[in-house]
């Protein structure tokens, strides 16, 4: 019998009798790989609307979006325009997202970057790819590569986002950081690397070098996907 036949409710029952505490175990006794996107959209739902049917609001969420992650990335206009989403269910899905972008961050700061590299590109990923406007973050190391800082140094347009490599390198100086790692958000998805990204990469890397700060990357996040200089001999 399967977990979610187990938590069946018995026949001639409301299926909404119980239901609630049914997923919370479900939740508890097997984790999220047991519940589908919509189950455990139902779960945040639950902290911001307490007495009602939430499935049917969740699986409109994961329809609209795509998937749970998606949804709970959407801006908080898009998710407004779904009936039944009200200020307060807005709010508890940023408040969901903002903890696991809270999560992740911690799982890359203070740590090696290179040896981590998996986890600091899903976490520039999961902070950066649903963006609708161009972020430019730079990610600063110590000697020893360890990640020190993580800063939002510019916010730009649907396509550009003003950067002045003096900016850049001042940063890094004033954080003692001996190297850096370029990352911005393309809006429209596609990460490839424009005649601009790379010109103005070109010019950082000659202000950082001259002072002795190396450019280990720079990353380009995509809606699915992402481009490395470094792995497309950019840098």
Not at 158 to 180: F, G, Q
Request: a neutral charge; glycine letters at 6%; hydrophobic letters at 40%.
């Amino acid at each position: 019998m399967s977990a979610r036949q187990a938590d069946a409710p018995p026949a001639g029952k409301d299926h909404r009798e119980g239901h609630r505490e049914r997923l919370r175990e479900r939740f508890r006794r097997a984790g999220a790989d047991s519940l589908n996107d919509y189950e455990l959209m139902e779960l945040v739902l639950f902290r911001a609307i307490p007495r009602r049917d939430v499935k049917p609001l969740a699986k409109d969420l994961i329809a609209r979006f795509g998937g749970f992650a998606e949804a709970l990335s959407a801006p908080r206009d898009r998710l407004m325009e779904i009936k039944g989403v009200s200020d307060s269910v807005a709010t508890e899905l940023m408040i969901v997202r903002a903890a696991a972008l809270k999560l992740s961050q911690e799982r890359v700061l203070k740590r090696h970057a290179i040896s981590s590299w998996d986890d600091l590109v899903r976490y520039c990923r999961a902070s950066m790819a649903d963006e609708k406007t161009e972020l430019f973050r730079i990610l600063f190391l110590d000697r020893k590569n360890f990640l020190i800082a993580d800063e939002v140094q510019q916010r730009g347009t649907v396509d550009h986002t003003p950067v002045y490599p003096r900016e850049v390198v001042k940063r890094a100086l004033e954080l003692h950081a001996s190297a850096i790692i370029l990352v911005h958000n393309h809006p429209s998805g596609d990460p490839t690397p424009s005649g601009g990204d790379i010109a103005m990469t070109g010019e950082i890397v000659n202000a950082a070098t001259a002072l002795g700060i190396s450019v280990h990357d720079h990353l380009i996040i995509g809606h699915r996907t992402e481009a490395s200089f470094r792995s497309l001999g950019l840098l």
